[in-house]
Every structure is written in structure tokens, then in C-alpha cells.
């Protein structure tokens, strides 16, 4: 039986590489063919994924169903490897039938947009191809995430600093959140486990993420222990909800933490863009005096996913004390640098990638003012909408938009004469999951739709990237109504 090897060439068997003599290709003609993939596969890139795809004449997407998808893509792995030409293919087939975000009638998501910087940083991060557990694996990268952390503080203002780390995702930011709180609560909970604390019990509101009753599951709390129970000890406010953009009260909700000892955390993975800009951080007043802040950059800032801070006002090392295990063979105590730079024992992760490179680099090249401008002229585009929506006959705000998410329903002439009823709403309730199919089918834009509480089904626009105009969110009024006034 003969041992393979797979290469950029094809196969090689064991025997020929331990007789390299024998005609097996060179480390360096391996290299070239390594160079010539990457460099064809790179000019896809730029002409598919980001020329192309940021075209607003190009489609955001091309649907097809499941069924159909497996039918164009040849999804199937073999013992042995494929030509070039047909890697190639795959990656403008995955490209081709992927959902266009950076496109600018991209509205369906908390994030939008393309980041050029943020795109090459991603780039770079892969190419290098480390992990973010010591300063000696991610030097450079190790201490750009310091920097940023600590300029976010600020931004926060805490002006004598506090502690943080870069995780994958706000949801994770939240359990850290959740976990950081109980630790200060409960310390002996790290080693004894539940038997260590009384029945505990997270507070929040009904707009709050569902990543905290996800946290309230995992963390061994019980989902019913989020929002009513015994004892409190966290509290988290929201910074911009999910669909409707709103922000909590935080000096308010302050006061009584304060007063009763409860752990604060602000749930900014949204609303927290508006902190770099003067006009619109009143959104976020009292955030200085909260315990914890989760921040999304690859949301209103635009970063590449995934790029999600969390920050601790905290510095008596109360996120290192909460998550450490010591692990002899990274952690070394006696190594010839300062081993307060090796922060991966922070980390509920070993493996942690240099994330914060995505955004560091965004700002490094933009400046704070363009960060600024970009969430002005953002928030500025909601409000356009939302006026546009009042003048226009068949459209209705759900509320007044506070960030840039616009809610609202498209009400279709069939229904426009009908009174205010049960009947009114059940009819509505059909009609945006109806619009949003045939605008999927047609490729043109890409909005998303809920309902919310005893509301019918709506719109939820989010307007965030620099590449939309007035242009186009005119163009998605007329479009829904193209779509729909026949339902």
C-alpha cells in the first residue's frame, strides 16, 4: 500500500519524499505554485467579492434554495486533490451565490458594509496566522489590542483605565460580563461551583439580547433566573436593542446599582459607534460609572467581522483572577520578558485571534473624525428615511427612529381603506414576509422583517454604511412598493 502526501502539485508518495532525488518537486517550486494560487485567487477576490459586489447595479444576491445550491456547487470532499482550475472556480461559485453585505442596498443586519483597511488587516491576520494567548506568539498584535483597549476606555471615560480583552462575538462579551459579575460576587464559585452561592438571578429588560438568557443557561443560572428570582447581581442595560435601536437609561440605572452593589453592564455592541461622536454619545450618558462595557467594532464602525471588545473598569486583574488556570506550558512565569503582556489566562479561549488589528488599523488610517462623520451621516440617513416614509402614502413608522434602525410597515392599497383592526393587523402581518421573499428572488436589496410584541410583522432598516445615498434609500421605498402593491 503506498502513503500519500497531497501538494500544489498532486500527489507525492512517502517513499518519493524520503528520495527527494527521485523527482519529487522542491520546497521552492511548491512555494511558486503556493504564490501563483494565491495571487490568481486574490484577483477574485478583488473583482468578485469587492469590485462586483459593491456595485449597486449588481445583485445582493443570487438566491437559490438549498436544493438547487447543492445542485451548483460541488460540495463533495475525494481521497485526492482537485486542479487548480476547478479550486478556482470554487471560490467564485462561493462568492458568486454568497450574500453581497458590502453592498449599498445591504440594509438586513446590524452590519453593512465595505471596510477597505479592516479588509486588508483581515488579510494580514490570516496570512500570519497566530494566536493572541502570549506576547511572544503576537508581539505586534499583543500590543495593538492594548492600545485600542485602552484608547475604548477612554472613549468610555475611564480615565484611569480598567482592564479588556478582544473575543469572537458580543454574545461572548456578555458571558463574560455575566461570569466577571458572579466571580466578584462569589469568588469561591470558580473552584466549588453551584453549591458556593444562593440562588442568583440576572436583571435586564425585555429588549435585552437573547445572548443573556444563552449566558444564564450555559453559566448554569437556569433561563427562568434572568429577568425575576432572589438574589440580584447583575444588571444590564442596552445601548441600542437589536431591532428597534433604543438605549436605556444608564445613569439612571446606575443609581440603584450603586446604591445596592449590583454589577453594571452596558450592552453596547450596537449603540456603542455613538461614543466617538459629539452630536450623539449623550445616547450612552453615564456610561463612565458602569462596571462593563461589550462593543461591536464590526458594527456601526464597520470593522471585518468578527471584531467585539470587552472592557472592565476593573483593575485589580479581577478578569484574570476569574479565568485563569495557570497552563504551565504558556504561561511560564519565569520567561525573559515581562509576562504582563502574555494575556491569553484572561481568556476563557486558548486560541484567540488578533482581532483588534481589524479595527486599529481602520482607525490608524481614518482618524477619529471620519469615525465621526461615518456615524453622523449615518444617523442623518435614518432621519432622511424616516421622513420619507411620513410623506409617503402606504408607509407607516413603527416609532421614531432613536439610532439607524428605521422601523415601519408598507401597507399595500388592497388594505389602505380598512379600519384599524385585528383583521388590518393579521393581513399586514403577511405582507412583509411576502415582500422580503420576492426581493430575495429578484436580487435587488436585502431589508429584514419582524414582528415585535403584539405588533404585526414589519421592517427593520439599518442604515450604516458610508456608500449609501439618498439615492438608495429612495430606491428601496419604491422597490417595496414595486414588490407589493399587488398583495
Known sequence: ????????????????????????????????????????????????????????????????????????????????????????????????????????????????????????????????????????????????????????????????????????????????????????????????????SPRLVILTSQEGHYSLAKAAALLGFGTKNVYVGAVPFFVNATAGTTVLGAFDPIDEIADICEKHNLWLHVDACWGGGALVSKKHRHLLKGIQRVNSVAWNLHKMLMATLQCSAFLVRDKSCLLQRCHCAGASYLFQQDKFYDVSYDTGDKSVQCSRKPDAFKFWLVWKAVGTRELEYRVDRALALARYLAQEIKKREGFRLVIEPEFANVCFWYIPPSLRNLPESLELWKKLHTVAPAVKERMMKSGSMMIGYQKHGDKPNFFRMVVISPQVSRQDLDFVLDEIHSLGKDL
Open 1 to 196: 500500500m503506498n502513503l500519500y502526501v497531497i501538494n500544489f502539485k498532486g500527489q507525492t508518495t512517502v517513499e518519493e519524499l524520503m528520495n527527494p532525488e527521485k523527482g519529487s518537486p522542491g520546497a521552492g517550486e511548491d512555494m511558486e505554485a503556493a504564490e501563483s494560487f494565491i495571487q490568481q485567487a486574490m484577483e477574485i477576490i478583488l473583482q468578485e467579492a469587492v469590485k462586483k459586489a459593491t456595485n449597486v447595479k449588481e445583485k445582493v444576491c443570487e438566491w437559490r434554495s438549498p436544493e438547487q445550491l447543492k445542485e451548483l456547487l460541488d460540495l463533495e470532499l475525494k481521497d485526492t486533490g482537485e486542479s487548480e482550475s476547478k479550486i478556482l472556480q470554487c471560490c467564485r461559485d462561493t462568492i458568486r451565490y454568497s450574500v453581497k453585505t458590502g453592498h449599498p442596498r445591504f440594509f438586513n443586519q446590524l452590519f453593512a458594509g465595505m471596510e477597505p483597511h479592516s479588509m486588508v488587516a483581515s488579510f494580514i491576520t490570516e496570512a500570519i496566522k497566530t494566536s493572541l494567548y502570549t506576547y511572544e506568539m503576537a508581539p505586534v498584535f499583543t500590543l495593538i489590542e492594548d492600545a485600542l483597549l485602552k484608547t475604548m476606555m477612554k472613549l468610555i471615560g475611564w480615565e484611569e483605565g480598567g482592564d479588556g480583552l478582544f473575543n469572537p462575538g458580543g454574545s461572548m462579551s456578555n458571558m463574560y460580563a455575566v461570569n466577571l459579575a458572579r466571580y466578584r460576587y462569589c469568588p469561591d464559585f470558580k473552584e466549588i461551583g453551584i453549591y458556593a
